[in-house]
């Protein structure tokens, strides 16, 4: 399981050949953050540097050349130190490194202060993604500055910066079939998660007990962790956003709304899953999720290839109006109430985003100021939802506090759409009988 050695090199080359020659690329790690006092957050490697090496180490370097003689991708890591090792865990180093990662070369990352200016020196373009770390920003400019001091001896200085992300996030917008395979398992993991939650629930339980069952199933099927905080939000709870407090008592005749995904070798799941504490929908209950529903089937209808990224959005939009005016929430034409957005108080948010390394993946939405256009390999998120305030005014207090959201994972295809996160139950009678 996993993405191979081959497929990392054959990620490097094709950033290389677009790179164009006399330029080079350089991209650090993600840095160790701390948590409080002597204690670090759990290290999570940065995307980028992952999507081109798939090595987890902390105060590493990836630098590309295009041409160099001898070896276009070079690799600065941490030395072997036996008395580190001892207290932290094993270090890769940079003979091992070679091997492990598939660079063609690899330094102590001690020597990058002698070695890097060296390397930058001579090309005309720097690709380098500016402003993500603003302590590395200011060594990648020492290093600059190091050759522009020594022109007067004829050393030349690289002449543009160029955004790294430009070429590397379009790349990592298309998935590989390794890399769907990933998502895909993920996914499953995930949808098993929701289904115990389902399962777990009743009257009485704490929202952080569901979120319990939740990270007990990513856990134990071999992911490590959650792909972002997980909402467990009962009640009004639901009708927030992105609650994450996950501490109110679970009550029966509420809904309770759980969007909860685990990372699994590095790639995200994201799965939004609404169902009655109790077991068992109310009418109200029972007519608004229903709307959802058609809603995301209308979006995910859309999914497909030569469909630009928004008509998955109006297909959800449209359906979530005629819900809401069939059951009285919103009065007048369809049309008219769409043309002015007369369901942003209930239904403000967009229907999906890209997925991938990042819960919110790279990628561009829009290309030249228009829409961007579905391809085969690109994966997302559709999520349609319904929010009734509680202290909402506009609707009777029968609707007030019922919060819905219902997301799955998808990837485009030649086809149309291959649903990732179809294991969890969303259907009305699924969820009363798995409940039951």
Same mark, same amino acid.
């Given at each position: 399981?996993?993405?191979?050695?081959?497929?990392? =090199?054959?990620?490097?080359?094709?950033?290389?050949?677009?790179?164009?020659?006399?330029?080079?690329?350089?991209? &650090?790690?993600?840095?160790?953050?701390?948590? *409080?006092?002597?204690?670090?957050?759990?290290?999570?490697?940065?995307?980028?540097?992952?999507?081109?090496?798939?090595?987890?180490?902390?105060? =590493?370097?990836?630098?590309?050349?295009?041409?160099?003689?001898?070896?276009?991708?070079?690799?600065? %890591?941490?030395?072997?130190?036996?008395?580190?090792?001892?207290?932290?865990?094993?270090?890769?180093?940079?003979?091992?490194?070679?091997?492990?990662?598939?660079?063609?070369?690899?330094?102590?990352?001690?020597?990058?202060?002698?070695?890097?200016?060296?390397?930058?020196?001579? @090309?005309?373009?720097?690709?380098?993604?500016?402003?993500?770390?603003?302590?590395?920003?200011?060594? /990648?400019?020492?290093?600059?500055?190091?050759?522009?001091?020594?022109?007067?001896?004829?050393?030349?200085? &690289?002449?543009?910066?160029?955004?790294?992300?430009?070429?590397?996030?379009?790349?990592?917008?298309?998935?590989?079939?390794?890399?769907?395979?990933?998502?895909?398992?993920?996914?499953?993991?995930?949808?098993?998660?929701?289904?115990?939650?389902?399962?777990?629930?009743?009257?009485?339980?704490?929202? +952080?007990?569901?979120?319990?069952?939740? @990270?007990?199933?990513?856990?134990?099927?071999?992911?490590?962790?959650?792909? +972002?905080?997980?909402?467990?939000?009962?009640?009004? *709870?639901?009708?927030?956003?992105?609650?994450?407090?996950?501490?109110?008592?679970?009550?029966?005749?509420?809904?309770?709304?759980?969007?909860?995904? %685990?990372?699994?070798?590095?790639?995200?799941?994201?799965? @939004?899953?609404?169902?009655? /504490?109790?077991? %068992?929908? =109310?009418?109200?209950?029972?007519?608004?999720?229903? @709307?959802?529903?058609?809603?995301?089937?209308?979006?995910?209808?859309?999914?497909? &290839?030569?469909?630009?990224?928004?008509?998955?959005?109006?297909?959800?939009?449209?359906?979530?109006?005629?819900?809401?005016?069939?059951?009285?929430?919103?009065?007048?034409?369809?049309?008219?109430?769409?043309?002015?957005? =007369? +369901?942003?108080?209930? +239904?403000?948010?967009?229907?999906?985003?890209?997925?991938?390394?990042?819960?919110?993946?790279?990628?561009?939405?829009?290309?030249?100021?228009?829409?961007?256009?579905?391809?085969?390999?690109?994966?997302?998120?559709?999520?349609?939802?319904?929010?009734?305030?509680?202290? %909402?005014?506009?609707?009777?207090?029968?609707?007030?506090?019922?919060g819905i959201r219902i997301e799955d994972d998808v990837v485009v295809t030649k086809q149309g759409v291959r649903i990732l996160s179809e294991g969890a139950p969303k259907e009305i009678s699924e969820i009363e009988a798995l409940m039951s």
């Amino acid at each position: 399981m996993g993405i191979t050695l081959k497929e990392f =090199s054959t990620r490097r080359k094709k950033l290389i050949e677009q790179m164009g020659g006399n330029s080079i690329a350089i991209l &650090p790690s993600a840095p160790v953050r701390t948590r *409080n006092r002597d204690v670090d957050y759990p290290f999570r490697q940065g995307s980028d540097f992952h999507y081109l090496t798939g090595f987890v180490e902390p105060d =590493s370097v990836l630098v590309l050349i295009p041409g160099r003689e001898h070896g276009e991708s070079i690799l600065f %890591c941490k030395e072997r130190d036996i008395t580190k090792e001892l207290w932290d865990g094993v270090i890769t180093g940079p003979e091992r490194a070679m091997e492990m990662v598939g660079v063609d070369d690899a330094f102590p990352i001690g020597d990058i202060d002698d070695i890097l200016p060296n390397m930058i020196e001579g @090309t005309e373009k720097v690709f380098y993604s500016m402003g993500l770390d603003s302590q590395f920003d200011s060594r /990648v400019m020492e290093w600059i500055n190091v050759i522009r001091s020594k022109v007067r001896n004829g050393a030349h200085p &690289p002449g543009e910066f160029v955004a790294l992300e430009h070429f590397l996030h379009d790349m990592r917008l298309f998935k590989s079939a390794q890399e769907i395979k990933v998502m895909d398992k993920a996914a499953k993991i995930s949808a098993k998660a929701h289904k115990r939650a389902m399962e777990k629930c009743k009257p009485g339980k704490f929202e +952080y007990q569901l979120e319990a069952e939740i @990270t007990h199933t990513f856990m134990d099927a071999g992911s490590r962790s959650a792909a +972002y905080p997980s909402i467990i939000g009962g009640g009004d *709870n639901g009708c927030i956003l992105h609650y994450i407090d996950n501490a109110s008592e679970l009550k029966s005749g509420d809904l309770v709304l759980i969007d909860a995904g %685990c990372e699994l070798d590095y790639y995200a799941s994201d799965i @939004t899953r609404t169902f009655p /504490v109790n077991g %068992c929908f =109310s009418e109200e209950q029972k007519a608004l999720y229903q @709307t959802v529903l058609n809603a995301q089937n209308a979006a995910i209808a859309a999914v497909k &290839p030569g469909n630009h990224w928004n008509h998955p959005h109006e297909a959800a939009v449209h359906a979530i109006v005629e819900g809401l005016v069939e059951h009285g929430l919103l009065k007048g034409d369809i049309n008219t109430l769409i043309e002015e957005e =007369s +369901y942003k108080p209930f +239904y403000m948010h967009r229907t999906g985003h890209w997925i991938g390394m990042d819960v919110h993946d790279v990628g561009e939405y829009k290309v030249g100021g228009e829409w961007r256009v579905l391809e085969p390999g690109m994966a997302l998120t559709v999520e349609p939802g319904l929010y009734i305030a509680p202290d %909402c005014k506009d609707v009777e207090p029968r609707w007030r506090g019922i919060g819905i959201r219902i997301e799955d994972d998808v990837v485009v295809t030649k086809q149309g759409v291959r649903i990732l996160s179809e294991g969890a139950p969303k259907e009305i009678s699924e969820i009363e009988a798995l409940m039951s």
